[in-house]
C-alpha cells in the first residue's frame, strides 16, 4: 500500500495561512488524495481530495504536485476552531480501505 | 437529519464480556464501515458493508463480528471482549463505496478490564 509522511506536529498564528505538507512518493495513478481532520474528542471530518489538479472548496485548498509524490493542504486563515490532527490519506479509486497515518497535529496560537 | 449516530458513548468491560456496538445512518448511505482507534494513532478499518445483507472483512477485522440487514444500521459485535480491544470505536458511511466524502459518527469509547 502506499504510504503517506506527515510532519507529527505544526503551530500556527490565528488568521495566518497555514500549509500542512504531505509526501507521498509511492502514490500509484489511480490514487487519490485525501484530507481529513479530527477536532478534539470527535469522529474525522473530510476536509479535501484531488487526484491532479489543485483543488479548492469552502474550507481549504488542496495543491498537488506536478509528479504527485507531495501534496499540501492550504488554510487561507487559521482559526482556534481549526486546532485538530490532519490526516492525509491515498486512496484508490476501486479501494474502500483509508489508510489512516498518524497525522499532523495543528497547534494554533491566538 | 441525524447524520451517523453510535450507542453507547462510552462502555467498560470484563474480558470475556460480549456487547453489540450500535451504528445507524439516516442519509439512505449505502457504504457503512467500523474503524478503530487506538491512543495517538490513525484509524484502522475493521470491517465494511456496500450495501445490506453485504459485508467484507477490512485491516482488522480478528475477534469482531458485523450483519447488515437494513440500509440504516450497522451493528458491531464484539464476541469475547479482550483489553486489546480497548479503543474507540468510529463508525463512517457514504453514498457509495467510492464516494470522496465519509461520514463519521461521534465515536464510542470502549474500555476492557
Known amino acids: 500500500d502506499a504510504k503517506t509522511t506527515q510532519p507529527n506536529s505544526m503551530e500556527s498564528n490565528e488568521e495566518e495561512p497555514v500549509h500542512l505538507p504531505c509526501n507521498h512518493s509511492t502514490i500509484s495513478g489511480t490514487d487519490y488524495i485525501h484530507w481529513y481532520r479530527q477536532l478534539p474528542s470527535q469522529g474525522p471530518e473530510y476536509v479535501i481530495h484531488?487526484?491532479?489538479s489543485n483543488v479548492n472548496n469552502r474550507m481549504a485548498s488542496l495543491a498537488i504536485a506536478e509528479d504527485r509524490k507531495s501534496s499540501t493542504l492550504i488554510l487561507h486563515r487559521a482559526t482556534l476552531r481549526d486546532a485538530a490532527v490532519y490526516y492525509c490519506?491515498?486512496?484508490?479509486?476501486?479501494?474502500?480501505?483509508?489508510?489512516f497515518g498518524a497525522g499532523t497535529r495543528l497547534t494554533v496560537k491566538p | 437529519n441525524a447524520g451517523v449516530t453510535q450507542t453507547p458513548k462510552f462502555q467498560v468491560l470484563k474480558t470475556g464480556q460480549s456487547m453489540t456496538l450500535q451504528c445507524a445512518q439516516d442519509?439512505?448511505?449505502?457504504?457503512m464501515s467500523w474503524y478503530r482507534q487506538d491512543p495517538g494513532m490513525g484509524l484502522r478499518l475493521i470491517h465494511y458493508s456496500v450495501g445490506a445483507g453485504i459485508t467484507d472483512q477490512g485491516e482488522v477485522p480478528n475477534g469482531y463480528n458485523v450483519s447488515r440487514s437494513t440500509t440504516e444500521d450497522f451493528p458491531l459485535r464484539l464476541l469475547s471482549a479482550a483489553p486489546s480491544q480497548t479503543s474507540v470505536y468510529f463508525c463512517a458511511s457514504s453514498y457509495g463505496a467510492r464516494d470522496n466524502e465519509q461520514f463519521f459518527g461521534p465515536g464510542t469509547r470502549l474500555t476492557v478490564l
Open positions: 484531488g487526484l491532479t
Open positions: 490519506i491515498l486512496r484508490a479509486y476501486n479501494n474502500n480501505d483509508m489508510r
Open positions: 442519509m439512505n448511505h449505502e457504504y
